[in-house]
Nanobody
Framework: QVQLVESGGGLVQPGGSLRLSCAASGRYFRLNDMGWYRQAPGKQRDLVATVTRGGNTNYADSLEGRFTISRDNAKKMAFLQMNSLKPEDTAVYYC??????????????WGQGTQVTVSS
């Protein structure tokens, strides 16, 4: 019922920055927590960061200080600002949202992902 579409990925040099965007659409009652996750080939999908409706944030320990998650409730979007990028940050980045559908049922939605490649 909620569709998520990520954008902003691409190729960047080590030390560079990227800003990822996630746009939500569809039929639902309320978007709750939103987050970003990432997955490299052969690796599990790991948490990057989450943000509540009120703007409270949570980060993976290794990413605190380099990445910043935010959201715009009016625009139904979430963002991930990534600075000081390292080759180890290379992965497919996925947007996630917990939400209530039109019947107030708890649901989860995932985007299709956007590739981030950090390389010289």
């Amino acid at each position: 019922q909620v569709q998520l579409v990520e954008s902003g990925g691409g190729l960047v040099q080590p030390g560079g920055s990227l800003r990822l965007s996630c746009a939500a659409s569809g039929r639902y009652f309320r978007l709750n927590d939103m987050g970003w996750y990432r997955q490299a080939p052969g690796k599990q999908r790991d948490l990057v960061a989450t943000v509540t409706r009120g703007g409270n944030t949570n980060y993976a320990d290794s990413l605190e200080g380099r990445f910043t998650i935010s959201r715009d409730n009016a625009k139904k979007m979430a963002f991930l600002q990534m600075n000081s990028l390292k080759p180890e940050d290379t992965a497919v980045y996925y947007c996630n949202a917990d939400y209530l559908d039109t019947g107030s049922r708890k649901k989860v939605s995932w985007g299709q992902g956007t590739q981030v490649t950090v390389s010289s």
